[in-house]
């Protein structure tokens, strides 16, 4: 939205969520990307480590890849996508209203509970491939044939059709 400085990228496992915001992140010119920290919690869940990183960059917009790391799975009395350390949730809620000087875009595989009711937070879920977009992934692979048939075995997975693709 208009007014959003937290910007959750939710869906599943292998949907291409890192993928989109790789891309978003190769469009911007050298300057502006200098000026993105970008996290993998995936590579590095140590949240003091990237506290510490965080504190010594200056920069415009944060990216938290992999972010469903810091969050409940809702199996241990927590409600599912609840971000189970506080300095993070007050980061988070800090970039929401304005007090942090950085926007922050996570990609997870929950929606961000306990933090997504703040203003200035937006949730998006990432939709499945279409199958027309699953046959041009396949068909970047170099495969031929009946594309179409196996673009609809994926069922709209990415890293599914990009697997099956390499293959």
């Given at each position: ?24 992140l190769a ?56 971000v189970e ?68 075995a994926t ?13």
């Amino acid at each position: 939205g208009e007014g959003a400085r937290v910007f959750a990228l939710v869906g599943l496992g292998g949907a291409g969520k890192t993928a989109v915001v790789a891309a978003a992140l190769a469009s911007l010119d050298p300057a502006s990307r200098r000026r993105v920290f970008a996290w993998s919690f995936y590579e590095d869940p140590r949240v003091e480590a990237f506290l510490e990183a965080l504190r010594r960059a200056a920069v415009v917009a944060v990216v938290l890849d992999g972010f469903e790391v810091l969050q409940s799975d809702g199996r241990t009395g927590r409600a599912r996508g609840e971000v189970e350390d506080g300095r993070i949730r007050n980061l988070l809620r800090g970039s929401a209203t304005g007090r942090n000087a950085f926007g922050v875009v996570v990609t997870t595989r929950f929606d961000l509970s306990g933090v997504d009711d703040a203003e200035g937070v937006e949730s998006v879920a990432l939709p499945p491939l279409t199958e027309d977009e699953a046959a041009r992934v396949l068909r970047g692979w170099g495969l031929t044939g009946d594309v179409d048939r196996l673009a609809r075995a994926t069922g709209g997975h990415a890293l599914s059709a990009a697997m099956l693709g390499s293959y």
